[in-house]
Nanobody
Framework: QVHLVESGGGSVQAGGSLILSCVGSGPADDRFFMAWFRQSPGKEREGVVLVNRGTGTTVFADSVRGRFTASQDSSKNAFYLHLNRVAVEDTAIYYC??????????????????WGQGTPVTVST
């Protein structure tokens, strides 16, 4: 059984930075692909970044490309999301997800198998 635990959320001023962490456990094959999603009030959950843990390849959503980065620490089974130059519209609950496969496009939440409990990010002006 895959278990995902996010941490690092909090309040940050617009233009600032924050690092979110996701630590995973359970069968590695079920965590071959990992992603960060986010959900704002009244909106659908949307993909932020996808990582192929085998190759390290990452794909970012258009809304965050150039501002957010991602990294891994295989020794800790950790997947990090670096939020840089944040804006008010980045306010959301951020979720870590894992799966053997994903849908098309990858930003669709339903096909992802495992989810963490979420960590909130609030950006203020």
């Amino acid at each position: 059984q895959v278990h995902l635990v996010e941490s690092g959320g909090g309040s940050v001023q617009a233009g600032g930075s924050l690092i979110l962490s996701c630590v995973g456990s359970g069968p590695a094959d079920d965590r071959f692909f990992m992603a960060w999603f986010r959900q704002s009030p009244g909106k659908e959950r949307e993909g932020v970044v996808l990582v192929n843990r085998g190759t390290g390849t990452t794909v970012f959503a258009d809304s965050v490309r150039g501002r957010f980065t991602a990294s891994q620490d295989s020794s800790k089974n950790a997947f990090y999301l670096h939020l840089n130059r944040v804006a008010v519209e980045d306010t959301a609950i951020y979720y870590c997800a894992a799966s053997r496969s994903f849908g098309d496009p990858w930003t669709l939440a339903d096909p992802w198998s495992y989810w963490g409990q979420g960590t909130p990010v609030t950006v203020s002006t």
